[in-house]
Structures are given as structure tokens and as C-alpha cells.
């Protein structure tokens, strides 16, 4: 089977979340990351394990929100709970979609801090930017990017959030060196994520419906952790959001059956390098 390129994963994701923005009203669908809006059928496949992955997120509060900012909620996680963000900070938000993780964090860091969410999709930065309108927070704003070539300048952030995207990356090595890059030193990554124990096969990552979906772009949590390591971070935590007392950071490569997890992953740019 034909492995895409780098580029034609972007090309895919891209298409997959602009016609998401695109077509969402509210009242009409709920969105959620993994599946087509069209039907049911979870990321291209007919098994519905996967849906507990996408559902029942925040524990933070969301409730001062509009709908359109809510209804518009593609995680898989809450890494405003895991960030724990504090007045004055600069955040950055890979992948920022409609915006809700930005404007949780837009409030907890105050009118002394600033968040910065960037996204490749033009129809989801044109919903976040008028999405922040309708909040009415000054201290964001939204950047068209890529992750893997972040438009932040060098050592600017305090910390990193994101929410269900680096798993859609088709290089997550380089995205790991952009937010090493653009820490400050001392600067920490709180991030949910799809990441798995055990590997897909080059069959079913060449399945764009799942990859898009937040499922078959995954990594073995080994693999993810060494890219993690590899771009320069320390005090790495990979837990699964389901069973979060067990720490996964440091087992090996998974052989068996491939195990999908929402994770929550902490780390920090300790500045030694
Ligand atoms: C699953 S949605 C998550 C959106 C948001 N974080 C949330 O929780 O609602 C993935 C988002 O990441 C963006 N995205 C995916 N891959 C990207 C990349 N390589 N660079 C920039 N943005 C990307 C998509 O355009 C989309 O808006």
C-alpha cells in the first residue's frame, strides 16, 4: 500500500477539519474529533471502542462559554486542568481549533498574560477569531502555522498546551524540537493526546480516515517519549487518562494487541542543553 507523504497528511488533515468548521452550526451536529459528522461510524471504522476516548473532557470549568465555542470541542483531554496556568504566563496552543482551550487559558493567565493559539486550517482560525469576539478576551490570539514549523520566536512561552493534536502530526520529532525551541527555559509541555501502547501497521496508517480521526497516526508510547527525550526534554509523564496512578514514561515498546489511550503527557525544557 502507498505510504503518503508528509505533505499529503497535512493536505488530508487540513480538508478533514476545514470541512468541520466549515459545515458546523449549532443545534445541527455536535463535533467531536473522531468521526465525519455525516454518520456515526468512528474514524472510518465500525468499532466504537474509541468513542470514551472523545467524551466527557473538562473537569475545568467551561460552563461561562458559548455554545459555539463548546460545541466546537475536538480533544481528547484537559490540559487546562493538567497545565495548571498561573497569572502572567504566555501559553501556546498547538492545534487550537475553535479556540476553548485558548480561552481557558486566556482567563487563568489574566490580563498580564497572553496565549497564542496556532492552527493550519484556515475555516478553524476564522471560527476562533470570531469565537473571540464573542468572549471578548484580548490577550489571544490566533496564528496560522503549522506545528512542525511554529511562527513563535525562541524561548517566548511558558507552557505548551494541546489538545488531541500532535497525534496527527506526520513528524512528530520536529514538533517536539518547535516546542523545545519556543520554551523558555524552565518551560514546561501539558498536553492531551491520542498516544498508544503497541504499533499500527503501515496498512492502517495509510487509512487518512483514521489518521484524520485521531487514531492511526498514534505512536507507541516508547516512541513518543524517545522523540520527546530526543528533542531535549526531561521530567517526561505519559498517563493514561482512564487509569492515571500508572506512569508510562518509561516501559518498552508494546508488542501485543495495539491499545489506543487518551494520555496526558507533562514535561519540561529544563534549559541544560
Ligand atoms: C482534533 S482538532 C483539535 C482542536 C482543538 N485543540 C480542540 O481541542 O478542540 C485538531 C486541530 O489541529 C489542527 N492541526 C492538525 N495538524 C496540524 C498541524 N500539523 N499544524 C497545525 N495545525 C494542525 C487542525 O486544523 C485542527 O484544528
Known sequence: MTQLTPEQIHEEVQARYGRIADEFKLGVQT????????????????DAQY??????LYSADTGWLPEDVTALSLGCGDPI????????????DLGSGGGIDCFM??????????????????????KARRNQAKVGLTNVEFRQGQIEALPVTDNTVDVIISNCVINL????????????????????????????????TPEERANMAAWTGCITGAEDV????????????????VRDK????????????YTGEVKVLSARVT??????R
Request: aromatic share 6%; glycine share 10%; hydrophobic share 40%.
Open 31 to 46: 463535533a467531536a474529533c473522531c468521526g465525519d459528522g455525516v454518520n456515526n461510524t468512528c474514524c472510518g471504522s465500525d
Open 51 to 56: 468513542d470514551t476516548l472523545f467524551s466527557n
Open 81 to 92: 486542568t493538567l497545565a495548571q496556568l498561573t497569572p502572567g504566563q504566555t501559553v501556546l
Open 105 to 126: 487559558a486566556a482567563r487563568q493567565v489574566g490580563p498580564d498574560g497572553y496565549v497564542i493559539g496556532v492552527d493550519m486550517t484556515p475555516a478553524m482560525l476564522e
Open 169 to 200: 502530526s506526520p513528524d512528530k520529532a520536529a514538533v517536539f524540537h518547535e516546542a523545545y525551541r519556543v520554551l523558555k527555559p524552565g518551560g514546561r509541555i501539558a498536553v492531551s493526546d491520542v498516544v498508544t501502547q503497541g504499533q499500527f
Open 222 to 237: 516508547a516512541d513518543y517519549v524517545a522523540a520527546m527525550r530526543a528533542a531535549g526534554f526531561s521530567a517526561i509523564s
Open 242 to 253: 482512564a487509569n492515571p496512578d500508572v506512569e508510562l514514561s518509561g516501559v518498552q515498546r
Open 267 to 272: 514535561a519540561v525544557k529544563s534549559g541544560d
